[in-house]
């Protein structure tokens, strides 16, 4: 094989392990699962999410002068009014419009989202529907672990704090950068070592070139003593 073709080789070799050295993990996509709110019942009332997902109930019911009312009661005192408590506030299935678009009652309501992604972790979420004429309804949301994501569902007396999530945040940037130093480092041994193989390989090409001269030139000595 020539220096030519050890070249290639080489180059191609580095190519394949730089392709296949670990990198980074990459979280789950946050995704809304919609949650339909009829007369009588929740359609799909109960569905099982990943940490980052969201909840989005829409109410349809469109009886008169009845709306809906999405809580769940975290800390037990029956009041939803706590840090982890949810309260929708009471849902209409639509909002009178003005010429211009623009909602006349500013707190009409048709929707309500509850994103799972730090307030509220992973685990079982037992709410309620309380539906204007007295109706209650249930309805139970599970959430489970992203695969790189640790925690739980967060204790009673926790209080949702934005600075511990933005250092949250900042540590696992921090993690992501020491993995991409990790797979540049990869890359530059992988480099280092190509570099002396191919080094070697190259002396050793060379090494052989002048000795099949120096046996060349012997045997012209040779011939030229034996014509003598």
Not at 57 to 81: A, F, K, P, Q
Not at 90 to 97: D, E, Q, T
Not at 144 to 164: C, I, K, L, R, W
């Amino acid at each position: 094989m020539g220096s030519e073709d050890a070249v290639a080789w080489f180059s191609l070799l580095l190519l394949a392990l730089a392709a296949y050295l670990p990198a980074t993990a990459v979280a789950h996509d946050a995704s809304t699962f919609t949650i339909i709110v009829r007369e009588q019942e929740l359609t799909a009332g109960s569905p099982q999410l990943m940490f980052n997902d969201s909840v989005w109930w829409i109410n349809v019911d469109d009886r008169e002068d009845i709306t809906h009312r999405i809580v769940y009661d975290s800390d037990g005192d029956g009041l939803y009014n706590g840090t982890l408590d949810w309260d929708s506030g009471n849902l209409s299935s639509s909002c009178p419009l003005d010429e211009n678009g623009t909602k006349i009652d500013s707190e009409c309501e048709v929707t309500y989202e509850i994103p799972f992604n730090g307030t509220w972790g992973d685990g079982i979420y037992h709410y309620y529907d309380l539906v204007s004429d007295g109706t209650i309804l249930e309805g139970n949301i599970s959430v489970v672990p992203d695969s790189h994501q640790a925690g739980g569902v967060p204790p009673e007396n926790y209080e949702y704090n934005p600075d511990s999530e933005e250092e949250e945040e900042t540590e696992l940037d921090s993690q992501g950068e020491t993995s991409d130093q990790n797979w540049l480092l990869w890359v530059a041994i992988a480099s280092g070592l190509a570099s002396v193989i191919l080094l070697m390989m190259l002396l050793k090409s060379d090494d052989d070139s002048l000795r099949e001269e120096e046996t060349s030139d012997d045997s012209d000595i040779s011939v030229i003593a034996e014509q003598e």
